[in-house]
C-alpha cells in the first residue's frame, strides 16, 4: 500500500468527525433496517387480516346462499296456498256460510300478521338510522317503505315479492303507489 493510502486512511481512522459520521451511518442503517423489518411484519399482518376476512366473506355467502334459497322455497309457497284458500273460500260459501267466514279470518289472520311484522321492521330504530330518507317518509305505509327499500337495494321485483309473501303483480301495484306519493311530496 502507497504510504499516501496510508496516511489518508490513518488520518480518517483517528478524525473525529469521520468517525462520527460512521456513527451515524451505522445508526440509519439499523434503524433503516429495523423499518424494514417492520414494513415487512405489517405487510405479512394486513395480507393475513386480508385472507381472514375472504375467507368470511366466502362462508358468509355461501350461508346467505343457502339461506336465500331456503327462504325461496318457503316464500314461493304463500301466496300460491293464499290464493288457494281463497278459491276454497269461495266455493265454500255453497256450502256453507260458517265454513266461507272461517276461511276469510285464517286469510285475514295471516294478512294482518305480515303487516304487523312488516310494521315492526320500519319502526325499528335500526332501520329508521339504515334508511332514514324512507323512514321518514310518513306517507308510505309499512309495505311501501320495504319494497322501497328492497328496490333501492337492487332486489328484481319478483324476489321482492318472494321476501314479503306476495306476488310480482302486487309488488308492481305497490310501486305504483310508491311513485304516486312520491310525486305527491
Known sequence: ?????ELLDSLLRTNPYVIE??????????RNTALALALVVLAVLVL???????LKMKRY???????KNLLKGQAEALPQFTDK???????????????????????????????????????????????????????????????AVLYEEGFETADIALFLG?????????KSRIKTKMNAE
Request: aromatic share 6%.
Open 1 to 5: 500500500m502507497p504510504i499516501e493510502d
Open 21 to 30: 459520521l460512521q456513527a451515524a451511518v451505522i445508526k440509519v442503517e439499523s
Open 48 to 54: 393475513a387480516a386480508a385472507i381472514f376476512f375472504l
Open 61 to 67: 355467502q355461501r350461508r346467505d346462499r343457502l339461506t
Open 85 to 147: 284458500v281463497n278459491k276454497l273460500s269461495g266455493k265454500s260459501i255453497r256450502l256453507s256460510m260458517d265454513l266461507y267466514d272461517e276461511f276469510q279470518d285464517a286469510i285475514n289472520a295471516i294478512k294482518e300478521k305480515q303487516h304487523n311484522n312488516q310494521a315492526v321492521i320500519v319502526n325499528d330504530e335500526q332501520f329508521a338510522a339504515d334508511y332514514p330518507r324512507i323512514s321518514r317518509m310518513k306517507n308510505l305505509n309499512a309495505m311501501e317503505k320495504l319494497v
Open 166 to 174: 306476495t306476488t310480482n303483480a302486487s309488488i308492481r301495484s305497490v
